[in-house]
């Protein structure tokens, strides 16, 4: 997160380092959650018998949906708390089960992947700022700047959904 220290700082002067690093992480979040940007292909080769997979997102993240295809079929698409994948029937010998994860970086991360970081650093400074700059009561309190930043940083959620579409069209678009 240091990264966007030097971009950001200019705007929000007297912000201390981790207030910027915290705001950058929560809107990353924000970001990836909306947008379905940052996602990973995992296949689960089955043994036989079991009838759930535990995911393996990347370090630092976490896996908020899934989308599974089992025998070439899309069955299921699904919000997740846990992650264990829990399912109703079991697997046969080398069934393959592919598994889409669409993740967030977990809220003790320490950074983000580059490509996100060089793909979107624009938006999630964006976003930084608005939330920053809506903190009441700072020297660096603006409502009225932070208007302007946060829409910005919808119009880059609404462009890497389009582009998380274009990219997987059987990723369904939720608004």
Not at 78 to 106: A, G, Y
Request: glycine letters at 4%; one cysteine or more.
């Amino acid at each position: 997160m240091d990264r966007f220290l030097n971009d950001i700082l200019p705007s929000v002067p007297s912000c201390p380092g981790p207030t910027i690093r915290r705001a950058v992480l929560s809107k990353a979040i924000e970001f990836c959650q909306q947008s379905s940007i940052w996602h990973e292909e995992q296949i689960f080769t089955a043994d036989g018998g079991e009838s759930s997979i535990e995911l393996l997102p990347p370090e630092q993240s976490r896996a908020f949906r899934v989308e599974v295809t089992r025998n070439g079929v899309s069955c299921l698409t699904f919000d997740l708390n846990d992650q264990t994948l829990d399912f109703d029937t079991v697997f046969t010998k080398d069934e393959e089960i592919h598994i889409r994860l669409f993740l967030v970086p977990v809220r003790t991360a320490t950074s983000i992947p580059d490509q996100l970081y060089h793909e979107y650093f624009d938006a999630l400074t964006q976003g930084a700022l608005a939330h920053l700059m809506l903190m009441p009561n700072k020297e660096w309190t603006n409502p009225q700047l932070a208007v302007g930043y946060q829409g910005d940083f919808m119009y880059y959620i609404t462009q890497a959904k389009i582009a998380a579409i274009r990219r997987h069209p059987q990723t369904k678009l939720r608004m």
